[in-house]
């Protein structure tokens, strides 16, 4: 993990899985269950800033995601952690 959410990351090894390496991606948290990496971006969203904090996360993640796929990740699972569901929902 590059920058990791403390919490998370605690509860993902807790749960016995393992930490994916960050290398040239700036994730905030990935984890390996069988042959899947699953990327994470955590993001806090407020009435203000949510649409705004969806966007842009949702972006970074996908970013991520792709950047491990060609350092030979093959089955990559992108995701988004958020504190709460956002407020709309599309």
């Given amino acids: 993990m590059l920058r990791a959410d403390?919490?998370?990351a605690r509860r993902?090894?807790?749960c016995g899985y393992w930490r994916v390496p960050a290398g040239a991606a700036n994730f905030d948290l990935a984890w390996r269950v069988g042959g899947t990496a699953f990327v994470a971006e955590v993001?806090?969203?407020t009435p203000t800033n949510e649409a705004m904090q969806l966007r842009l996360g949702l972006g970074?993640?996908?970013?991520?995601?792709e950047m491990l796929?060609?350092?030979?990740e093959?089955?990559?699972q992108p995701g988004l952690v958020t504190?709460?569901?956002?407020?709309?929902t599309r």
């Fill in 43 to 45: 993001r806090r969203l």
């Fill in 6 to 8: 403390t919490a998370s």
């Fill in 83 to 88: 504190g709460h569901e956002p407020a709309e």
């Fill in 74 to 76: 093959q089955n990559v």
């Fill in 12 to 14: 993902v090894q807790k």
């Fill in 60 to 65: 970074q993640v996908l970013d991520c995601a």
């Fill in 69 to 72: 796929r060609r350092s030979g």
